[in-house]
């Protein structure tokens, strides 16, 4: 599966963005969706992932409550809805897919991720 990150920008303290990821192919519904981020300087760290239901969802800490992730399998694309940002979640973002023959499960490791996005850039300023 191809995937493609989108909706990126520059926004002010406190404001919002939704990030989407389309997906090629039509099995899109067999896979888990995750949302990662890599800022300057630092290791790519794990932001969410979403079940192929759409049910389940987990969060890294420090995004709990104002990041919220969805998915349309009729639009092969999951979403990032990003609200009360802060400058330190200045990021490029990257969405990926890991293969799950299950529902109602998720991954979080990197290295459980089959395929990658690009990426798109986010920067909060202050």
């Known amino acids: 599966v191809q995937l493609q990150a989108s909706g990126g920008g520059l926004v002010q303290a406190g404001g919002s963005l939704r990030l989407s990821c389309a997906a090629s192919?039509?099995?899109?519904?067999?896979?888990?969706m995750g949302w990662f981020r890599q800022a300057p300087g630092k290791e790519r760290e794990f932001v969410g992932v979403?079940?192929?239901?759409?049910?389940?969802?987990e969060y890294a800490d420090s995004v709990k409550d104002r990041f919220t992730i969805s998915r349309d399998n009729d639009k092969n694309t999951v979403y990032l809805q990003m609200n009360s940002l802060k400058p330190e979640d200045t990021a490029v973002y990257y969405c990926?897919?890991?293969?799950?023959?299950?529902?109602?499960?998720?991954?979080?490791?990197?290295?459980?991720?089959?395929?990658w996005g690009r990426g798109t850039q986010v920067t909060v300023s202050s």
């Open positions: 192919g039509r099995t899109f519904s067999t896979y888990v």
């Open positions: 990926a897919a890991a293969y799950s023959v299950t529902y109602y499960t998720v991954v979080r490791p990197a290295d459980d991720f089959n395929f």
């Open positions: 979403i079940d192929r239901s759409g049910v389940m969802t």
